[in-house]
């Protein structure tokens, strides 16, 4: 008998592991197992915001594949997917062709713009490692050239965010640390530099809990950070942003702006014909997509809608790695035999750092976490996935013991 080839695309926190997964509970002998990825490493998405700042460096951040998965089980094939022929059972690369039995679709989340002019072309975001590093080397780049500048430009030194969501907010608070340092290096006063989040809901973080959310912005509030709230950012600008408020138009001179406000399922997926609801797979609670019974899909690319609700989950790390454990459980069934299982999310509560030193969180049965409790549950949750992904040595490797400071 034929063994199958099992192809996982992307190598996020779904696809890893999965794979990883797979790599154990498969032998040798009951199928090939392949992992497709642009980069040669894994990273951790919500280290982002730390490497954007410049308060952690990137790799700390990135995981070579090589180190986590098993090359003697596991073939990978470092390339980018280019489209998914679902009849032909085909993977079209840029570089080839894959042929699969089983695939697994992870290949994660693209910025959503909405359309606004000028995002695309002026703002940054904290996609992926590389967009990261740009953010850090602009900042530090126009704070170096503040005082060459015959006239010195405001605008160098003002930082927008748009969106008060988790990215967003994160960012803001490693910011907050970097920026004292940057003004110490650069020999520029810390009153001059301003931080500005706007965010289009009235409060930021919308939908967590009020006190939580009033801790954060005075902690932000308390560094520095301005919150323009309710406030529709209209057009982005190579100097400057325009946001409207109140029904008014407001212009801020700035040189940065990092766009935090919006993601959406890597484009490939609707591309391919697959049926997509606002570009994700409303996956069946077995994970696989609505017409293909070999094809999954986990992560960002997959929609699971809260029945308490009737809203789609947020797209987590902390979901992705639960539905990866669902996925792997489900191949191995339709491989060697067996009874497959629904996804059901475990949401064990959400952390949100505030910088290394401050975070708020919901955890268990709905306690709230302020300060530094919250801080260290951040690390610890950090931690575990590591040791989950690749044992203690990696943990040792990549972990984050700084709890004291």
């Known amino acids: 008998m ?5 192809v996982i695309l992307g190598a996020g926190y779904g696809g890893m592991m999965t794979t990883v997964k797979l790599q154990k509970s498969l032998g040798a002998n009951e199928a090939n197992i392949t992992l497709v990825n642009l ?8 280290w982002l915001h730390e490497n954007a700042a410049g308060t952690l460096h990137h790799e700390r951040t990135r995981i070579s594949i090589k180190e986590v998965i098993k090359m003697s089980r596991v073939n990978f094939v470092q390339d980018k997917v280019v489209s998914i022929k679902q009849e032909e059972k085909k993977v079209k690369l840029e570089n080839g062709e894959i042929e699969y039995d089983i695939l697994v679709i992870g290949l994660g989340f693209e910025s959503a713009t909405f359309g606004i002019p000028g995002l695309d072309e002026h703002a940054f975001t904290i996609g992926n490692i590389n ?10 780049y126009n704070f170096a050239l503040y005082h060459t500048e015959n006239v010195k430009k405001q605008s160098r030194l003002n930082i927008v965010v748009g969106g008060g969501g988790f990215t967003g907010i994160e960012f803001l608070g490693e910011l907050a640390n970097r920026i004292p340092e940057l003004c110490e290096e650069y020999d520029i006063e810390k009153n001059l530099v301003r931080i500005i989040n706007v965010e289009g809901s009235p409060t930021v973080l919308p939908g967590f809990d009020p006190d939580l959310v009033e801790y954060a912005m005075n902690s932000l509030e308390s560094r520095g950070v301005e919150f323009v709230t ?5 057009e982005c600008k190579p100097d400057g942003i325009v946001y409207e408020k109140d029904e008014k138009l407001v212009e801020i001179p700035a040189m ?10 890597n484009g490939i997926v609707e591309k391919s014909g697959l049926k997509t609801n606002r570009g994700k797979v409303e996956v069946r609670t077995d994970m696989r997509t609505p017409e293909y019974d070999d094809i999954f899909v986990v992560g960002d690319c997959a929609l699971i809608t809260n029945p308490e609700n009737g809203r789609p989950y947020p797209p987590t790390a902390q979901i992705a790695i639960q539905q990866a454990d ?10 060697s035999g067996g009874e497959m299982e629904g ?3 475990n949401i064990l509560g ?3 750092s505030l910088g290394h030193n401050d975070a708020i969180g919901v955890v268990l049965n709905g306690q709230k976490l302020f300060g530094w409790k919250a801080t260290i549950m951040k690390k610890i949750i950090d931690n575990r996935y590591l040791l989950k992904l690749g044992g203690i040595g990696l943990l040792m490797k990549k972990g984050k013991f700084n709890i004291f400071y």
């Not at 669902?326 to 491989?335: E, F, M, P, R, W």
Request: charged share 20%; hydrophobic share 45%; aromatic share 8%.
């Open 230 to 234: 309710g406030a529709m950012l209209k």
């Open 256 to 265: 940065t702006t990092v766009w935090a406000a919006g993601v959406k399922a």
């Open 326 to 335: 669902v996925v792997a459980h489900n191949i191995k069934s339709l491989v």
């Open 39 to 46: 980069n040669d490493y894994h990273y951790q998405s919500t």
């Open 343 to 345: 996804f059901k999310p």
């Open 131 to 140: 967009n990261a590093r740009l953010i850090k080397e602009h900042i530090e």
């Open 350 to 352: 959400t952390v949100a």
């Open 2 to 6: 034929k063994k199958p080839n099992i």
